[in-house]
């Protein structure tokens, strides 16, 4: 049981007899006992009480004046005031001056002490918890809020597919408003069409909370690649999902430039091995040279390797459609095609692009080739296709003139460009 120490201004000494008497049952109490008001202050002082008693008239300093300076000393002990004299005056005026609790003098009363004071020690030791508590807690939401408003990730609650919560950089990484997210559909932000959502990284396997990438469209209409962590929790009594949000995008255009540029190393290493001494006639060779552009591109499914004669360019390997590598080359002149690498046109509506890069030998416009690409891509794919086109000029040159397998006489009629005027 916990023990009490309790303090007892009292100058009459049968009354502090009296209660003394009350607390002989009672071993959990320890009480000290003053006459004065002088004397209880010099005591509280010097000792830590977890109750004081001050009778309401005492000699020199009275009861309201020690109660007033025991506050100044500590608002939360409880202090208990003792009257002979139980006027409601008196009780008003001892609240007022924030006594605890207003006592009168009575056999039964002094009885009932241990009682009453335990309780009201009980009270103010929860009273004074419970503030701690709330200190500790707000503290905590301080610091909590701190590391949410200045975190270098977008950090979320969703519930019920909405937005509940977010931070600053989350408005930042979609480029809004952190306030203009709250309330919003998750989907609504970023509709499934503009994701492209790896289900969970492999390199997290072993993590209780799985990564996952997507690509996703801010409002503006740019791009941005997040790497993004969920965990379901509890919020505000309902389930919802916390999460953490990384804007990747420069490293993973670093990561996609790097793919790229592998896979374009891998298509020109494939292009000059078609150099190699071979048995293979020209036709076949320029065939895999094509396939291997194709490959190199990422994102081509059309392409065609034209070689110049003199009717004009003719069709030497392909790749994919041909209606779609007609329509193309329909009525255009060679002239067009033996120019410079460029974008030639793209159709309204579609999502892919049609470029050439000539063929160069030994000095000469041998030809040319087409490729249909990504709209996305273009950039990138006509920097690519310029370089494929010179080592298809390194093949022509290293194998020379050799016999070449001539397509129909119908797929030619119309595949052949017109020839420059003049």
């Not at 025991?70 to 139980?86: A, Q, T």
């Not at 004669?309 to 060679?334: C, P, T």
């Amino acid at each position: 049981m916990a023990a009490f120490r309790i303090l007892i201004i009292e100058d009459d000494p049968e009354h502090a007899e009296l209660i003394r008497m009350g607390f002989r049952r009672h071993d959990e109490f320890f009480l000290d006992f003053a006459a004065t008001g002088e004397g209880g202050l010099e005591m509280i002082a010097a000792t830590a009480y977890d109750l004081i008693s001050v009778d309401l008239v005492l000699p020199g300093i009275g009861g309201l004046d020690v109660l007033v300076r025991i506050r100044k000393l500590d608002p939360d002990i409880p202090v208990v005031m003792v009257s002979g004299h139980g006027t409601t005056e008196m009780a008003v005026v001892a609240f007022e001056n924030r006594a605890t609790k207003y006592v009168v003098k009575s056999l039964e009363s002094f009885k009932s002490l241990p009682y009453v004071f335990e309780n009201l020690i009980q009270e103010a030791r929860f009273k004074v918890n419970e503030r701690a508590m709330r200190g500790q807690i707000e503290r905590s939401e301080r610091i909590h809020r701190n590391i949410v408003e200045n975190a270098l990730a977008g950090i979320y609650i969703l519930q019920d597919g909405a937005f509940r919560l977010v931070n600053p950089k989350l408005g930042e990484i979609f480029g809004c408003s952190a306030q203009s997210l709250l309330g919003l559909p998750f989907w609504q932000l970023v509709k499934p069409d503009d994701m492209q959502c790896v289900s969970r990284l492999q390199r997290d396997l072993p993590s209780d909370i799985p990564v996952y990438e997507s690509k996703v469209q801010r409002k503006d209409g740019s791009c941005r690649w997040i790497e993004f962590r969920t965990v379901p929790i509890e919020y505000e009594g309902k389930r919802a999902i916390l999460g953490n949000l990384l804007d990747i995008t420069a490293r993973k255009e670093l990561e996609i430039g790097i793919i790229q540029a592998n896979r374009e190393l891998a298509a020109l290493d494939g292009i000059m091995q078609t150099s190699l001494p071979s048995s293979e006639d020209m036709d076949k060779r320029l065939a895999d040279a094509l396939v291997h552009l194709i490959a190199g591109m990422g994102g081509a499914e059309v392409g065609g390797v034209f070689l110049r004669e003199e009717s004009g360019l003719v069709l030497r390997a392909l790749q994919g459609s041909v209606e779609e590598l007609i329509e193309f080359i329909k009525g255009m002149e060679s002239c067009l095609l033996l120019g410079q690498p460029c974008v030639q046109k793209c159709q309204a509506g579609s999502k892919r692009c049609w470029m050439s890069a000539p063929i160069i030998s030994a000095g000469d416009q041998k030809g040319a080739v087409v490729v249909a690409c990504a709209d996305e891509n273009g950039a990138y794919c006509l920097n690519f296709l310029e370089k494929a086109a010179g080592r298809i000029g390194h093949l022509l040159n290293v194998c020379g003139p050799q016999k070449m397998m001539l397509p129909s006489v119908e797929l030619l009629a119309q595949i052949k460009t017109s020839s420059a005027p003049g």
